[in-house]
T-cell receptor, first 116, second 118 residues
Framework: AQKITQTQPGMFVQEKEAVTLDCTYD???????LFWYKQPSSGEMIFLIY??????QNATEGRYSLNFQKARKSANLVISASQLGDSAMYFC?????????????FGSGTRLQVQP | GAVVSQHPSWVICKSGTSVKIECRSL??????MFWYRQFPKQSLMLMAT?????????EQGVEKDKFLINHASLTLSTLTVTSAHPEDSSFYIC??????????????FGNGTRLTVT
């Protein structure tokens, strides 16, 4: 069964607008972490933001925020004031448990294209 | 600066030959490293977990005799694709996690290696 689901293969957004990238997850572990990464065409994986299962508040990092709805098992990424440089693939990922020595499981990704 | 150095960034080899990819942790000693594979327009799939001083743990469906992993030091893990075939052409990317990392520690990725087998 898919543990991380990203239902939007591609998204378009106008420059300076906000965009939401969807992510739902499935786990029975009460302790888990959710991560978002950006992958430009160069292939590098850039860490954007993290949300822990016990965090009471939604995570924010600059223009990135995470809309965490635990009951719905969703962790959507919100990018505000989109820039042309935001065009890339975006991956949602999860780590189960509370140790950092486990791998991440990735969703299928969403390709975001920012239009001028 | 970069936390992980991966080399080479791209390689073209002939079918039947072997290719070695290196992954170095630059900022900390990494007892655990992860190797992922990414086919075009697809997600990252975990291949194996590399453990310093012990055998790697491979994911289901990944041939351990074909994808040899050596984690001989706390800063270096290597992935050798043996007897490469065109279907092994892919983007291989390694990642490291700090040894004292807790659940909120992100994985730090290398820049990846694009392998093309002709």
């Amino acid at each position: 069964a898919q543990k991380i689901t990203q239902t939007q293969p591609g998204m378009f957004v106008q420059e300076k607008e906000a965009v939401t990238l969807d992510c739902t997850y499935d786990t029975s572990d009460p302790s888990y972490g959710l991560f978002w990464y950006k992958q430009p065409s160069s292939g590098e994986m850039i860490f954007l933001i993290y949300q822990g299962s016990y965090d009471q508040q939604n995570a924010t990092e600059g223009r990135y925020s995470l809309n965490f709805q635990k009951a719905r098992k969703s962790a959507n990424l919100v990018i505000s004031a989109s820039q042309l440089g935001d065009s890339a693939m975006y991956f949602c990922a999860m780590r189960e448990g509370d140790t950092g020595r486990r791998a991440l499981t990735f969703g299928s990704g969403t390709r975001l294209q920012v239009q001028p | 600066g970069a936390v992980v150095s991966q080399h080479p960034s791209w390689v073209i080899c002939k079918s039947g030959t072997s290719v070695k990819i290196e992954c170095r942790s630059l900022d900390f000693q990494a007892t655990t490293m992860f190797w992922y594979r990414q086919f075009p327009k697809q997600s990252l799939m975990l291949m194996a977990t590399s453990n310093e001083g012990s055998k790697a743990t491979y994911e289901q469906g990944v041939e351990k005799d074909k994808f040899l992993i050596n984690h001989a030091s706390l800063t270096l893990s290597t992935l050798t694709v043996t007897s490469a075939h065109p279907e092994d052409s892919s983007f291989y990317i390694c990642s490291v996690t700090p040894p004292t990392g807790v659940g909120n520690s992100p994985l730090h990725f290398g820049n990846g290696t694009r392998l093309t087998v002709t």
